[in-house]
């Protein structure tokens, strides 16, 4: 049978795979994360899920596993460009953190996460999103400032961990689930690994 490997380096998605009682390695396949102007955060999130998912499978060459991977991209209206929206990742140092932070306070915003599983031994792949609409309350600037210092954004689309403290700053989920804004919808990804016969 084909073994599980998760093309990740994130704790989180780990943990929350370890508590679907998933058995799996990780292989981590670091690629571009960069996406063309003007893409749209479901597209992105699954462009950026397969690249990592089709990078961790290259390195495993002919070995039989089924690689999964995903990717999470914050979407914040551009309140600039009617229409057009915001694509935020992982914030590069704190003061990129302290504006992402700045921009999502006393938004709704979606946040969006592509899933790929890839088979190695075919090529056969799935994939899919999932998205959750996030509404925050406003974030006094000193909250902020507090938040940045604690380093707990590092690493985090949005530059915000609901999993963490920031959690106090989210009012209310909407459609997709808590585990999506953690960074892996678990039900999607078993049903994507399911698919390929794991």
Do not use: C
């Not at 009682?21 to 899920?49: N, Q, R, Y």
């Not at 600039?80 to 932070?101: N, S, W």
């Amino acid at each position: 049978m084909a073994r599980i490997v998760l093309a990740s380096a994130s704790p989180r998605r780990r943990e929350l795979l370890l508590q679907a009682g998933v058995a799996f390695d990780v292989a981590v396949a670091g690629v571009d994360e960069s996406l063309p102007a003007g893409t749209a955060p479901e597209a992105g999130a699954l462009l950026l899920a397969r690249r990592k998912a089709r990078a961790a499978a290259e390195r495993l060459g002919a070995e039989d596993a089924i690689v999964l991977a995903a990717d999470t991209i914050v979407a914040l209206a551009d309140e600039a460009r009617p229409g057009a929206v915001q694509l935020l990742g992982k914030p590069g140092d704190a003061a990129e953190a302290r504006a992402m932070l700045a921009a999502l306070s006393g938004s709704r915003h979606a946040v969006v996460t592509g899933v790929a599983a890839r088979r190695t031994r075919d090529g056969a792949e799935e994939a899919a999103f999932e998205r959750t609409w996030v509404t925050m309350r406003a974030i006094a600037p000193a909250e902020i400032e507090a938040y940045v210092r604690s380093g707990e954004w590092e690493g985090k689309a949005g530059g915000y961990a609901i999993q963490e403290t920031a959690d106090r700053f989210v009012v209310r989920l909407e459609e997709g689930g808590f585990d999506n804004v953690v960074g892996l919808p678990v039900a999607l990804a078993l049903e994507l690994l399911g698919r390929l016969g794991a």
